[in-house]
C-alpha cells in the first residue's frame, strides 16, 4: 500500500578534469659573429612516426526494455499487460527507442467504435423490446470486447480515463444506449485530439445534454419564472476544465497577497455560461418544441433553436491573457457564437493545462506525481513541438515518457492502487478470458461488485474524487490515494470473492454450467504445470507480475498449491485436482496487494 513520501536527495556528482599546459622561454642573444663561421653539418631528418591511431570508443548500449520494465508500461497505457504484447513491445528496440515507438504506432491506429456493434445487437434483438436492461446490456458487451481486445489499446485506455472526467452516468441514460455508447466512441476520437474540439464534443453531445440537462435549457422568462439551467455550466468549469481555484503550472494552489486561494470565477460567470448554454435540443427538429430523440439523433450533436437562446450579454471568465470577459448582447440570437466565445474562454485559462495533465498522469501512471512532472506535461499542453494548445496525444506520450513513468519507482508514494475495473481487465487479458458465446457480458453488476462499470458513474463526480486521501498517513503526509476511496471494508470482500471465484469456479476446467455468457479464463498452461508449484507458481508471477514476486508472496502462494494433493485415480479426477492446484495460486496472487497496486 502507497505510504508515506521518502525524501530521497539524488546528488549527481561530476568531475571536470581541468588539464592546462604551460610553456616557458628565456630570452637569448644572437652569438658574435666570427670571420670563419664552422663547417655546418647537414639538417638530420628525423624518422616519420607514424600517427597514433586513437582507441575507439565501443557505442553505448542502451539497457533492453525488461519484462517487468515492459509489464509496467503496458499496465500503464493499455487494459492490461499480455505477455505477447510484453514481447512485442521488446522487440522494438532498447530503452530509449521502445516505448516512443509503441506509442507512436498506437497513435496512428484508427479508432475501433463500439456503436456498429451495438446496433448490431439491437437489430438483432427479438420484438417488441420490453426490457431496457437488454439495451444496456449490449452496450456493456461492446465496451468489454473492446477494452480485452481492440487493437487501438492506448485510445480505449485515454477513453476511459477521459469518461472519469468528463463524466456521464447511466442513470438518466438507461433508455438511451445509443446515445451512451457513442458518448464513448465520441471520447475515443478525440483521445489523441485537441482538447478545445474535445470539449465542444462533450458540451454537445446528447448524452451529455440529457445527463447534466443542458439539452433543452431554455432562455430565462420572469413571467413563466424560467431561468437557465446551471447544472451544466457549473460542472463544465469546476470538473471538466479550471476546478475552484487558480493553479500554478505544476498544480499547486495559487495564492493571493494574503495567502488564500484565488476562485477560478464567482455565481455570475456560471450565470453567464448557464445563459450560453440555453437554446440546445435534439438535432432535427424544426423548432425547439418538436425536437425528438430517435436512434439518429441519440449520435447526433445536439442543435441550436434561436427562439430559446438568450440574446442578453453574459459574463465568461476573467484571467490574465484573457481576450474576452463579457459576451456581448447579440440580437437577433446567435447561439453558436456565443458558444465558440464561451468555450475559447474556457479552454484558453491558464488552469486547463494542470488540471487536465495531472488527472490524467493520476489515471496513467501514479496518484501523487511531483510538481515537476505536473509542469512538464502541463508545458506539452500549453505548447506542443508545433506550438499548439491542447494536443492530448502530445500529453499522452510526454506522461507515459516522463522519467518518473519509466524510473524505478524511488519512494514509497510512486505509483497508484489499480481501479477494480483494470484489474479485472488485466486478469482477463493476461488468460484470454472469453465466453462460449462470443459475448463479454460480465456475469455480475460491475456497479456493485467492482463498484465501477463503463459509463455508469454514481455521480458527475466519478467513482472516486481525485483529492480523495484516507486518514492516517496517507492524509498525514499530504498524499492521495483516489481508488482507496473504493476500497470499503464491504467492497474489499466482494472484490476478492470476484477473484475467488473466477479462479476456483470460472476457468475453462473447472466450470460446470451451462451459460455461454460466462466469461471464462483459460488455464491450460497452469494446469500443465501443476505438478510442481514452484514452476506453476513462477508461471502465474509471469502472467501477472511480469515475473515480479515477493518471496513471502510465492511461498504462500505454493504452500497452498500443494495443500491440494494430486492422487486421482481416473483422468477427470486427477484434471480436477491439478485445476485445484491453480486456483489456489491464482486466487492468491491475484487478490494480493503485489497485483493491486501499480508500481
Known amino acids: 500500500?502507497?505510504?508515506?513520501?521518502?525524501?530521497?536527495?539524488?546528488?549527481?556528482?561530476?568531475?571536470?578534469?581541468?588539464?592546462?599546459?604551460?610553456?616557458?622561454?628565456?630570452?637569448?642573444?644572437?652569438?658574435?659573429?666570427?670571420?670563419?663561421?664552422p663547417p655546418v653539418a647537414p639538417p638530420v631528418t628525423p624518422p616519420v612516426t607514424p600517427p597514433v591511431t586513437p582507441p575507439v570508443t565501443p557505442p553505448v548500449t542502451l539497457p533492453a526494455v525488461s519484462k517487468a520494465e515492459a509489464f509496467r508500461f503496458l499496465n500503464q497505457a493499455t487494459f492490461g499487460a499480455t505477455e505477447a504484447d510484453a514481447t512485442a513491445l521488446i522487440a522494438l528496440g532498447n530503452s530509449s527507442t521502445a516505448y516512443a515507438q509503441w506509442i507512436d504506432s498506437q497513435l496512428g491506429k484508427p479508432v475501433s467504435l463500439q456503436l456498429p456493434a451495438v446496433k448490431?445487437?439491437?437489430?438483432?434483438?427479438?420484438?417488441?423490446?420490453?426490457?431496457?436492461?437488454?439495451?444496456?446490456?449490449?452496450?456493456?458487451?461492446?465496451?468489454?470486447?473492446?477494452?480485452?481486445?481492440?487493437?487501438d489499446q492506448l485510445r480505449q485506455r485515454v477513453a476511459w480515463a477521459l469518461s472519469q472526467i468528463v463524466v456521464i452516468g447511466q442513470s438518466p441514460l438507461q433508455g438511451l444506449p445509443y446515445a451512451t455508447t457513442d458518448y464513448y466512441d465520441m471520447l475515443a476520437r478525440n483521445a489523441f485530439a485537441n482538447y478545445r474540439k474535445l470539449l465542444e464534443d462533450v458540451t454537445l453531445h446528447p448524452a451529455m445534454g440529457t445527463y447534466l440537462s443542458m439539452l433543452g435549457n431554455r432562455k430565462p422568462n420572469a413571467a413563466l419564472n424560467i431561468r437557465p439551467d446551471e447544472n451544466y455550466a457549473r460542472e463544465v468549469m469546476q470538473l471538466f476544465a479550471i476546478g475552484l481555484v487558480r493553479l500554478n503550472p505544476d498544480g499547486s494552489t495559487m495564492l493571493d497577497s494574503q495567502s488564500q486561494p484565488i476562485p477560478t470565477y464567482d455565481q455570475s460567470v456560471i450565470e453567464g455560461f448557464a445563459h450560453v448554454f440555453t437554446g440546445w435540443r435534439w438535432?432535427?427538429?424544426?423548432?425547439?418544441?418538436?425536437?425528438r430523440s430517435t436512434l439518429d439523433t441519440q449520435v447526433q450533436p445536439m442543435q441550436a433553436y434561436p427562439e430559446q437562446h438568450d440574446v442578453g450579454a453574459k459574463k465568461i471568465l476573467s484571467y490574465p491573457g484573457a481576450v474576452m470577459t463579457q459576451i456581448p448582447a447579440r440580437n437577433p440570437a446567435q447561439p453558436e457564437e456565443d458558444l465558440r466565445n464561451a468555450l475559447d474562454s474556457l479552454f484558453n485559462h491558464p488552469n486547463v493545462g494542470p488540471f487536465i495533465a495531472k488527472q490524467l498522469i493520476q489515471r496513467l501512471v501514479t496518484s501523487n506525481p511531483t510538481p515537476a512532472y505536473v509542469q512538464r506535461a502541463t508545458q506539452v499542453f500549453n505548447s506542443n513541438a508545433q506550438g499548439v494548445r491542447g494536443d492530448l496525444g502530445a500529453v499522452v506520450?510526454?506522461?507515459?515518457?516522463?522519467?518518473?513513468?519509466?524510473?524505478a519507482p524511488l519512494n514509497e508514494a510512486a505509483g497508484?492502487?489499480?481501479?477494480?475495473?483494470?484489474?479485472?481487465?488485466?486478469?482477463?487479458?493476461?488468460?484470454?478470458?472469453?465466453?462460449a458465446s462470443g459475448r463479454y457480458t460480465p456475469g455480475f453488476n460491475a456497479g456493485s461488485t467492482l463498484a465501477q462499470g463503463p459509463l455508469q458513474s454514481p455521480s458527475v463526480f466519478n467513482y472516486y474524487s481525485p483529492f480523495f486521501a484516507p486518514a492516517g498517513e496517507i492524509a498525514a503526509s499530504n498524499l492521495v490515494a483516489p481508488e482507496l476511496q473504493l476500497a470499503t471494508e464491504y467492497q474489499n470482500a466482494v472484490v476478492t470473492n470476484f477473484f475467488y471465484s473466477q479462479a476456483f469456479f470460472r476457468n475453462n476446467v473447472s466450470y460446470t454450467g451451462t451459460n455461454t455468457n460466462t466469461i471464462l479464463i483459460n488455464i491450460d498452461e497452469e494446469v500443465a504445470l501443476a505438478d510442481n508449484p514452484a514452476q506453476l507458481v513462477t508461471r502465474i508471477a509471469d502472467k501477472l507480475l511480469g515475473g515480479e514476486?515477493?518471496?513471502?508472496?510465492?511461498?504462500?502462494?505454493?504452500?497452498?498449491?500443494?495443500?491440494?494433493?494430486l492422487n486421482g485415480t481416473t483422468p477427470q479426477a486427477l484434471l480436477t485436482q491439478k485445476g485445484q492446484r491453480v486456483s489456489e495460486a491464482l486466487w492468491l496472487i491475484s487478490s494480493s496487494p503485489e497485483y493491486a497496486l501499480q508500481r
Not at 134 to 147: C, F, G, I, K
Not at 283 to 291: L, R
Not at 552 to 565: F, G, K, M, V
Request: net charge neutral; proline share 6%.
Open 1 to 37: 500500500m502507497v505510504g508515506s513520501r521518502s525524501i530521497i536527495a539524488a546528488l549527481l556528482l561530476a568531475s571536470l578534469s581541468l588539464v592546462s599546459g604551460c610553456g616557458g622561454g628565456g630570452e637569448s642573444s644572437d652569438p658574435p659573429p666570427v670571420s670563419n663561421p
Open 416 to 435: 497508484k492502487m489499480q481501479e477494480p475495473l483494470l484489474r479485472v481487465t488485466q486478469l482477463w487479458r493476461a488468460y484470454d478470458a472469453k465466453a
Open 120 to 151: 448490431a445487437a439491437y437489430d438483432a434483438l427479438p420484438r417488441p423490446i420490453n426490457n431496457i436492461g437488454q439495451l444496456q446490456n449490449n452496450r456493456v458487451d461492446a465496451w468489454y470486447d473492446h477494452a480485452l481486445t481492440a487493437d
Open 549 to 565: 514476486i515477493s518471496t513471502p508472496l510465492r511461498t504462500e502462494a505454493q504452500a497452498l498449491a500443494n495443500r491440494i494433493t
Open 283 to 291: 438535432a432535427g427538429g424544426t423548432n425547439f418544441n418538436n425536437a
Open 397 to 407: 506520450k510526454a506522461i507515459l515518457l516522463d522519467s518518473e513513468a519509466r524510473s
